[in-house]
């Protein structure tokens, strides 16, 4: 009798795709022990450019195909793996793959935030699978103790360093004290750092992750489009150090709470306490702190991109799609959505803030600063005040207030903007317990 | 047509087993959501204290039973849980359970790290499966993420904290410069420590979860007897100022490492450099740090014990047993083996090494240790001097090594004990890098 075999199929042969040829091919031997079942890469979707890669030249000219319509004709292809990312193609692939019947690995992260719950829903109709560890921060499990080790928890936040470009630009600017141009030229010559960061830079790519976490850990439909978000753009040198002489960090955090069946998802700059472990993760490293109502406190900690890493979550995603194939099982787990669950808008969130203005540097100006704040209920946690400029005769005010709401906080800030004392808002950030 | 339930049995209720007791009930709505089947708790083995309890009050008390021929004889009852603890009669009762063809998960670390291969072996025979997760590291995802997430990867070492009671001990002698029998006495009160401390402070219990983490990572059986293991009972105040001093913590450490088919296993106090995240682990946390050669550096943090950490583990894995027998599918994860494997004597592992020694204070003291070091090329990076007791006369010195074999080291503490100058070898820790 032939033996059975678990036929592979990957898409796309960039980093990440590069990545995972290889340790399909190098380590055969190992995931085939890990399986019980020979692992066979069938065929490699590439478009033309990829051929020229060293990678491609090592490898048997046979695998390669640039026709996706050769690609999925492609006997014995039990699983397909799409290592395009994007939307498009990627999407439209996912979903022929599914509807063929094929288990699909992916670590596409924009695609699962946006069409998780449908590719769900198909991979459920055909009985077969969705794996998408690698989607949110590389090698580091996040999907899988979701929807395995934390199920019998009530989640209640989420905290989470997850993109690896800001947090290496954010511990440069504060440990070199050079500003956010010059941080983000050095991570872009180190690799770190696309041409374009502005999918990092400003925060959509934590939003795409914070979705699929917070989906699995609500068990509810977020969209990235309903997280709240802010980059790290504007933030100043004057910032993190006057960060520092408070006791905080600045970091981009991405944070997903629940209460009340009210979902809170937002990435944006926080000052956090300095002995926080988030505090500590450093460079291009990610950790995601999960509170659950059993559990307490649990920390991910890892490197969250890179061809290495995110391939060792896709191999693990094989291995298991092999796994449930051998067993003959669909994959059991996914988006189940429980009912009545609303995202709660960014208005009425409550956070602690942080407010640096730029004044006149006259007397009565805190007194006016404070009125318009004392008017709102929001009360002051602690203020600097110190000259900013003798020659322009302006002030620097930094503010630390309580916890507050959202929506008093906006309405002071557009008072305070408005008074003739005041120059600047020249920055305004939350701040995390 | 009457709709399959899933059949629960539970083993113990002391503070495991009453932590799963309340998880079960509480939150039975969630599980069988989970599940995609009703959970039910058939049945709860007790010992007759056990029934006092006030949880005991509170349930219905025809679920009791202190008789385990009753409670093995309970129909429909597919998963056992044990959380009884202990040698026997725990390992008794699991194989009985797995004979009976019933799906197994514990928390029962001894029982796992001594018969963890013997009970895999049988519940492959018959069909089921053995579930372990909380046996280390209370609710942190510990043992998933080596047989699922992190199956691709070569492991190369585990660095782990995971004794809740000497690390919280460790934390106060470093923070209030307490010593070992006052920090002892205040985890005793506070409930972290026990009446006969022996199991956690002598670092035995650390080598039962280092044996499983170990058997795992590695693919072969650690035995706990295969860990070398010393203790934190003899470590002092003084210790603790030199290491802030040198830029150090210390820890107990749980280390692994392969390299070679060699594996090297041992659970000791290091020194270990203050500015990495292990040396922030406080209290009664614990962490553990994997080095994967895809993945690189993970690291896992939270709770690593009380009931309701380790409860959210057992119901994560009845989840997961509930899954693969509504799917009709044994557990497919467990210790395979590799051949060929060796555990490492500890003659032959390489560390750096601080030493501390009582010596008379008069010239040429040094020379004769450096002397004694040299002989067995062991090189030192650097040493402090000084007065310890002018009526006494005696000095002390503390050295720290360049990496060296601990078979040299060994042989040089020999000597040193030896020489007529050296009144007392106060300490001997090994640092990790």
Redesign the interface.
């Known amino acids: 009798m032939k033996e059975r075999k678990i036929g592979v199929g990957l898409m796309g042969l960039g980093v990440v795709g590069g990545g995972v040829a290889r ?1 399909l091919t190098d ?1 055969a031997g ?2 085939t ?2 399986v ?1 079942l020979p692992l066979v890469l069938r065929k490699v979707k590439v478009i033309e450019p990829d051929l020229a890669r060293p990678l491609a030249q090592e490898m048997d000219s046979s695998l390669f195909t640039t026709d996706a319509d050769e690609f999925f004709a492609t006997p014995g292809m039990d699983i397909v793996v799409e290592a395009i990312g994007g939307e498009e193609p990627a999407l439209r692939y996912l979903k022929r793959a599914l509807s063929a019947g094929k288990y699909v690995v992916t670590s596409n992260k924009e695609v699962i935030a946006k069409h998780g719950a449908e590719l769900l829903d198909l991979a459920r109709q055909r009985g077969v699978g969705v794996y998408f ?1 690698a989607s949110v921060g ?4 996040l999907i ?2 979701f929807q ?7 989640i209640a936040g989420i905290y989470a360093i997850i993109n690896g470009t800001t947090n290496y630009i954010l511990t440069r600017m504060a440990r070199d004290g050079v500003d956010f141009t010059s941080a983000l030229k050095k991570a872009q010559e180190l690799g770190y750092a696309e041409a374009n960061p502005e999918n990092d830079v400003e925060g959509i790519d934590a939003t795409y992750k914070l979705a699929i976490l917070a989906s699995l850990a609500f068990q509810t439909q977020v969209h990235p489009g309903d997280v709240y978000r802010e980059g790290i753009s504007r933030l100043s040198n004057r910032d993190f150090r006057y960060a520092r002489e408070l006791g905080y960090a600045i970091k981009l955090l991405a944070i997903a709470k629940e209460e009340n069946k009210e979902v809170e998802v937002r990435v944006h700059p926080v000052f956090i306490a300095e002995d926080s ?1 988030l505090a ?1 993760v450093d460079g291009v490293y990610n950790a995601v702190l999960v509170e ?12 969250g991109a ?1 061809a ?2 995110t ?3 896709v ?2 995603d094989v ?2 799609a092999a ?1 449930d194939i051998a ?1 003959g ?1 669909s994959s ?1 787990a996914g988006f ?1 959505l ?1 009912p009545g669950k609303v995202i709660k808008p960014m208005a009425e969130i409550e956070s602690r803030y942080y407010l640096r203005l730029n004044v006149a540097d006259r007397p009565g100006v805190l007194a006016q600063v404070s009125r318009v704040l004392g008017d709102r209920l929001i009360s002051i946690s602690s203020v600097i005040q110190q000259l900013a400029d003798e020659v322009a005769q302006t002030a620097e005010i930094v503010i630390m207030t309580h916890p507050a709401g959202e929506a008093a906080m906006q309405s002071a800030l557009g008072e305070l903007a408005e008074l003739p004392v005041i120059k600047e808002i020249s920055s305004f950030i939350r701040v995390e317990a």
């Open positions: 340790v380590r190992l995931l022990e890990r019980g560890e590389g090698g580091i499990p899988a103790p395995h080790s934390l199920v019998a928890n009530r472990l500590k659950g109502d059993l559990v307490g406190k649990v920390l991910f900690f890892g490197e890179g290495l890493p391939s060792s979550a191999a693990a291995v298991a796994r067993l099982v059991g189940s429980e």
